[in-house]
């Protein structure tokens, strides 16, 4: 992959919000308002009970400390708050993410582990937090519904000077093959989920569009490339599956 200039990522960036801020600026809150109350089970079914394993793989890599602040970006059901508390329960998590009925649901599951995680609701393209606020920021399963460029660097905006941002995502493989395969896996995983949990018609519409949505997005290489730009000064990643989900680290100087 050849390294990304700025002037390619802003591009890049641009195309993309071309193609999918009608979708970004509205059916996407009714896809989310949908799935919320059967997310959590869909993506067990549709990772054939990988993701749970994919979970405890990032979290071992993401460093918390007692008192840490941490921002979860696009929070959805806390899956990732939840987590990190099990690991280290001293810290001070904040959640935000523009979904009521996603936030409803991981409020809901947090606080019958005896968790508190902060909520706010809003879009994280503008992040309504002071400069060098948190230790340590996760995005999980959500950079291809964003303008991802912008929101690395406002998470790098916000992020104290030595700390960290950790990413995972499903990615764009390298190979042609590999990534054709895995558009049909997605395609089937879609149907399916749509049909055990009767989705409605919003989702239903929106099903070509999580597929093409990452036919857009980076790979693994890329991404790094792109959090570099945005402002880190070091960035490392770890793929799987050949490069259909990575982990990243981004570190501030
Ligand atoms: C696929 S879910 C991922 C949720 C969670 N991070 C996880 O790992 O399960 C994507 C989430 O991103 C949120 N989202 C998408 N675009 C957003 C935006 N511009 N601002 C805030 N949240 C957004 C959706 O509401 C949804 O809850």
Same mark, same amino acid.
């Given at each position: 992959? #050849?390294?990304?200039? %700025? ?19 509205? %059916? ?6 949908? =799935? #919320?109350?059967?997310?959590?089970? #869909? ?14 793989? $990032? ?13 979860? =970006?696009?929070?959805?059901?806390? +899956? ?12 001070? =998590? ?37 400069? %060098? ?12 519904? @964003? ?10 905006? +916000? ?11 499903? @990615? ?15 395609? $089937? ?6 049909? @055990? ?23 693994? %290489? ?32």
């Amino acid at each position: 992959m #050849a390294t990304h200039s %700025e002037a390619a990522f802003n591009k890049n960036e641009s195309d993309r919000r071309q193609s999918f801020s009608g979708i970004w600026n509205g %059916e996407l809150d009714k896809v989310f308002a949908d =799935v #919320a109350k059967y997310y959590d089970r #869909a993506n067990v079914i549709a990772s054939l009970g990988l993701l749970g394993v994919w979970l405890k793989r $990032f979290v071992s890599t993401i460093d918390v400390k007692p008192g840490d602040k941490v921002l979860d =970006v696009c929070a959805g059901t806390n +899956v990732m708050g939840i987590a990190l508390l099990k690991k280290q329960p001293g810290m001070d =998590v904040q959640a935000i993410d523009r979904s009521q009925d996603m936030q409803q649901v991981g409020a809901e599951r947090a606080s019958r582990l005896g968790f508190t995680i902060k909520s706010d609701i809003g879009d994280v393209h503008q992040l309504p937090y002071p400069d %060098e606020h948190f230790d340590v920021v996760t995005l999980q399963y959500a950079s291809r519904h @964003l303008g991802i460029m912008q929101v690395s660097k406002e998470i790098h905006r +916000v992020l104290k000077p030595g700390g960290h941002f950790y990413h995972c995502d499903m @990615l764009r493989p390298r190979n042609k093959l590999v990534e054709n395969a895995y558009y049909i896996y997605l395609k $089937f995983c879609l149907n399916l989920t749509s049909w @055990l949990f009767n989705s409605d018609q919003a989702s239903l519409d929106c099903r070509d569009y999580f597929i093409e949505a990452l036919k857009m997005f980076y790979s693994a %290489e890329e991404l790094s490339d792109l959090m570099r730009t945005a402002g880190f000064a070091s960035v490392e990643h770890s793929s799987i599956f050949a490069g259909m989900v990575a982990f990243h680290k981004a570190g501030k100087k």
